[in-house]
T-cell receptor
């Protein structure tokens, strides 16, 4: 069974303090790894898709990387508006099932 | 362009009742998936539909069912509601069965009392 583990579960940063979120996965036939941002009471907002080891994607202060066993979401000089829960998910082979991790709740303090 | 729209936004039901949740995908998206998200957890996969056919089903009891209509909108039905069915129900659509990433709606908050 596909498994996605995210760490840490919660992270508190000072504004401008860069850090990384981890997503480790065990899947049979990875077809894609996704990062989403979710604000309280709202649906997840799509950030990135990574398809193969070595791939990197960037968007503003966020950069996602992928290896064969894990993905990192690097946050550079975060701002308070980056506070949210960041979800990692994998799309595996076979039928079209996306498995999510529990998420990392990020709080950026001014 | 309109995003994924879900209705209703909030719903309160009594144990044992039936509920129908509705979803309209982004125009041009033929794949719709349903997820259940309990507070503090990641979304759990319930169903995926593509071109009006069920293409995937998660580990949910038969009380959960869904369908996709010719216009690609979708309904999620839950029978014999239990207190544990209280959750945020999310609908997501994709152009290419998820490989291009899913766009989520804002969800329906279901409370079972």
């Amino acid at each position: 069974e596909d498994q996605v583990t995210q760490s840490p579960e919660a992270l508190r940063l000072q504004e401008g303090e860069s850090s990384s979120l981890n997503c480790s996965y065990t899947v049979s036939g990875l077809r894609g790894l996704f990062w989403y941002r979710q604000d309280p009471g709202k649906g997840p907002e799509f950030l990135f898709t990574l398809y193969s080891a070595g791939e990197e994607k960037e968007k503003e202060r966020l950069k996602a990387t992928l290896t064969k066993k894990e993905s990192f979401l690097h946050i550079t000089a975060p701002k308070p508006e980056d506070s949210a829960t960041y979800l990692c998910a994998v799309l595996s082979g076979g039928y079209q099932k996306v498995t999510f991790g529990i998420g990392t709740k990020l709080q950026v303090i001014p | 362009d309109a995003g994924v729209t879900q209705s209703p936004t909030h719903l309160i039901k009594t144990r044992g009742q039936h509920v129908t949740l509705r979803c309209s995908p982004i125009s041009g998206h033929k794949s719709v998936s349903w997820y259940q998200q309990v507070l503090g957890q990641g979304p759990q996969f319930i169903f995926q539909y593509y071109e009006k056919e069920e293409r995937g089903r998660g580990n949910f009891p038969d009380r959960f069912s869904a369908r996709q209509f010719p216009n690609y909108s979708s309904e999620l039905n839950v029978n014999a509601l239990l207190l544990g069915d209280s959750a945020l129900y999310l609908c997501a659509s994709s152009r290419l069965q998820g490989i291009d990433g899913y766009t989520f709606g804002s969800g329906t908050r279901l409370t079972v009392v």
